[in-house]
């Protein structure tokens, strides 16, 4: 995705929507019900460049403070993106963003839907040479969900997932299916009410198909606060090309 210019809430990707039955289990979606944490300074950073045309850059530097906090660190791939899987670099210095890339971008394209074997078997023997495949245990929960509570960075799995890496503080990355985003959504949203750091408790409520799928109903400017958020984590990734 690139956005041409700024208020960058004007512009952005189509967004994606899943079709269900789900709806909302007595919940009067509104302001009342926000999906967002007004208090985290991400959140006020991202509504002032949806509201007020601010610059950007207040964002950013909220979501890379939040980032070194936490040891959570999201990186975008739009070429090829999520492949759900786990990896753990094989050498330290880890390998850069950059380097992400310009491995996924070998990953073989689909003829007719399917994927041919000896194709997969070479991308595999180069991915080999950076990461080996990794655990769950690899990609802990703590960490990404404390970044989660503190930033308040919600967009349903449809949105995010897949275009999306998350690396941890060990250097472990993680990507996820779009349904298996939403499940992640689900039990932070559950862990963050035990901790108290629900802001609406709510949420806890919702299956994985709402933040799968359905976190726009919960949120009036839902669709603004996707596309400025996707283009804020853009632009941040861009400068850490090298990182």
Same mark, same amino acid.
């Given at each position: 995705m690139?956005l041409?210019?700024d208020?960058?809430?004007?512009?952005?990707?189509?967004?994606?929507?899943?079709?269900?039955?789900?709806?909302?289990?007595?919940?009067?979606?509104g302001?009342?019900?926000?999906?967002?944490? =007004?208090s985290?300074?991400?959140?006020r950073?991202?509504?002032?460049?949806i509201?007020?045309?601010?610059?950007p850059?207040?964002?950013?530097t909220?979501?890379?403070a939040?980032?070194?906090?936490?040891?959570?660190?999201?990186?975008?791939?739009?070429?090829?993106?999520?492949l759900?899987?786990?990896w753990?670099?094989?050498?330290s210095?880890?390998?850069?963003?950059?380097?992400?890339r310009?491995?996924?971008?070998?990953?073989?394209?689909?003829?007719d839907?399917?994927i041919?074997d000896?194709?997969?078997?070479?991308?595999?023997r180069?991915?080999?040479?950076?990461?080996?495949?990794?655990?769950?245990?690899?990609?802990p929960?703590?960490?990404?969900f404390a970044?989660?509570?503190?930033?308040?960075?919600?967009l349903a799995?449809?949105?995010f997932?897949?275009?999306h890496?998350?690396?941890? =503080?060990?250097?472990?990355?993680?990507?996820?299916?779009?349904?298996?985003?939403?499940?992640?959504?689900r039990?932070?949203a559950?862990?963050?009410?035990?901790?108290?750091?629900?802001?609406?408790?709510?949420?806890?409520r919702?299956?994985?198909?709402?933040f799968?799928?359905?976190?726009?109903?919960?949120e009036?400017?839902?669709?603004?606060?996707?596309?400025?958020?996707?283009?804020?984590i853009?632009?941040?990734?861009?400068r850490?090309?090298?990182?």
């Amino acid at each position: 995705m690139h956005l041409g210019g700024d208020p960058i809430a004007d512009e952005g990707p189509k967004l994606r929507r899943g079709r269900s039955r789900w709806t909302p289990e007595t919940v009067e979606f509104g302001v009342a019900a926000n999906l967002l944490d =007004p208090s985290a300074p991400f959140v006020r950073a991202v509504l002032a460049i949806i509201e007020d045309d601010a610059d950007p850059e207040a964002a950013i530097t909220e979501l890379v403070a939040a980032e070194k906090r936490h040891g959570i660190r999201i990186l975008r791939d739009d070429v090829t993106g999520s492949l759900a899987s786990t990896w753990v670099p094989l050498r330290s210095p880890r390998p850069t963003l950059r380097e992400l890339r310009a491995l996924l971008a070998r990953f073989p394209a689909p003829r007719d839907g399917v994927i041919d074997d000896d194709a997969l078997r070479a991308f595999d023997r180069q991915r080999q040479a950076l990461y080996r495949e990794g655990s769950d245990d690899e990609t802990p929960d703590e960490p990404l969900f404390a970044f989660l509570s503190g930033t308040s960075l919600l967009l349903a799995g449809t949105d995010f997932a897949g275009d999306h890496w998350i690396e941890y =503080p060990d250097g472990a990355l993680g990507s996820w299916t779009p349904r298996a985003w939403g499940q992640c959504l689900r039990h932070w949203a559950r862990a963050a009410t035990k901790r108290g750091e629900l802001h609406r408790a709510w949420l806890a409520r919702q299956d994985h198909v709402f933040f799968t799928s359905y976190a726009y109903k919960a949120e009036p400017r839902y669709d603004a606060w996707c596309r400025a958020v996707l283009e804020v984590i853009r632009r941040k990734c861009e400068r850490q090309l090298d990182e």
